[in-house]
Structures are given as structure tokens and as C-alpha cells.
């Protein structure tokens, strides 16, 4: 192996590790929003960040907007059938309501349930938000549309979600 190619691996390998550090935490939860079983999610997040490995740029790496959407594509392909956990729902309800405290198995059927009366588009926002915590302009990025857009579909699906749940008026704003 010539010098120059020796020299690249460590400097491949600290920009691994500085993106493995930044998102592991980020993508284990965003796939745990739809995973239930520890030992999956653990696979799939295995999976997504070989791939990262193997098409990292050290000079350029991905970000975590590139890392959930590889996760999306492995979720998508999955045979498992894809489902809202518990905690996510729980997620929804808090960010929609204001309310920290986790709602009682009839509030969750109710946001499951107001989450039903979204496009999936809204509903992909929705989660995007409260569950993975990201922000318009990451929304945006993530899913390849015009920030103006998701903040407008967010605003949309947020008055929705409130007016299902008997919550309106309560916080109608986008961060």
C-alpha cells in the first residue's frame, strides 16, 4: 500500500467516529419510533451506519439528515409491519398538547387516532417534529421540499391534530 493510501484510513476512521458519536443516539431513535424489538433496532442501525462506512467521503462526511433517510430506506424494506410505538404517540401528545405527563390509554388511542385523519405527508411532519425533535429547516432538508412548504403543512397538520384532541387554540405555532 503506497503512504498516501495509509495515511487516509486514520483520517477515515476519526471521521467515522466523529459521525458515529454525533448521531448513533439520533438514529437509534428515530428507528426505535418504529422497532419495537432492542435487538432489531439494533440491526437496522448496524446496517445504516456500514453503509455510511462504506460511502464516507472523510473530507465530506454525511450528516444525521443523511442518515435518517437511509434509515427510512431500510425501514421501508423491511417485512415487519412498520407501527407507531407507544412512545412516539406519547410524543405526539406532548408536543401537540403542551401536556409533559404521558396520556392515559384513551388519550393514545385518540392521537392515534387524530394521526389517522392526517395526510401521510402531515402525519411524516408530525413525527419528524415531535418525535425525532428536528427543526423546519431540517424537515425540509430531510424530505426534499421547500422550508416555506413544511412549515405551512406543519401548522396545518398541528391545528388538525388539536382540534381532534378538543385542544384548540393551544400553542397554534411552528418553531
Known amino acids: 500500500m503506497s503512504v498516501r493510501g495509509e495515511n487516509r484510513e486514520p483520517q477515515r476512521n476519526e471521521a467515522f467516529t466523529r459521525l458515529f458519536d454525533a448521531n448513533w443516539a439520533a438514529v437509534r431513535h428515530h428507528v426505535e419510533g418504529v422497532v419495537e424489538d432492542p435487538a432489531e433496532v439494533t440491526e437496522i442501525v448496524s446496517e445504516i451506519f456500514l453503509v455510511a462506512w462504506s460511502r464516507l467521503i472523510p473530507t465530506k462526511p454525511m450528516d444525521r439528515i443523511w442518515l435518517i433517510r437511509a434509515a427510512d430506506r431500510v425501514l421501508s424494506g423491511r417485512s415487519g409491519r412498520s407501527t407507531l410505538r407507544r412512545t412516539a404517540i406519547d410524543a405526539v401528545h406532548g408536543g401537540v398538547s403542551g401536556d409533559e405527563a404521558p396520556p392515559d390509554l384513551r388519550m393514545r388511542a385518540r392521537v392515534l387516532a387524530a394521526l389517522a385523519t392526517l395526510t401521510g405527508r402531515e402525519r411524516r411532519i408530525i413525527m419528524l417534529k415531535y418525535?425525532?425533535?428536528?427543526?423546519?429547516?431540517?424537515?425540509?432538508?430531510?424530505l426534499r421540499s421547500p422550508r416555506v412548504r413544511v412549515?405551512?403543512?406543519?401548522?396545518?397538520?398541528?391545528?388538525?391534530?388539536?382540534?381532534?384532541?378538543?385542544?384548540?387554540?393551544?400553542?397554534?405555532?411552528?418553531?
Open 131 to 142: 418525535w425525532d425533535g428536528l427543526a423546519v429547516g431540517e424537515i425540509a432538508e430531510l
Open 151 to 175: 412549515r405551512r403543512k406543519l401548522l396545518r397538520a398541528q391545528v388538525k391534530l388539536r382540534a381532534e384532541l378538543g385542544l384548540e387554540g393551544r400553542g397554534d405555532h411552528v418553531d
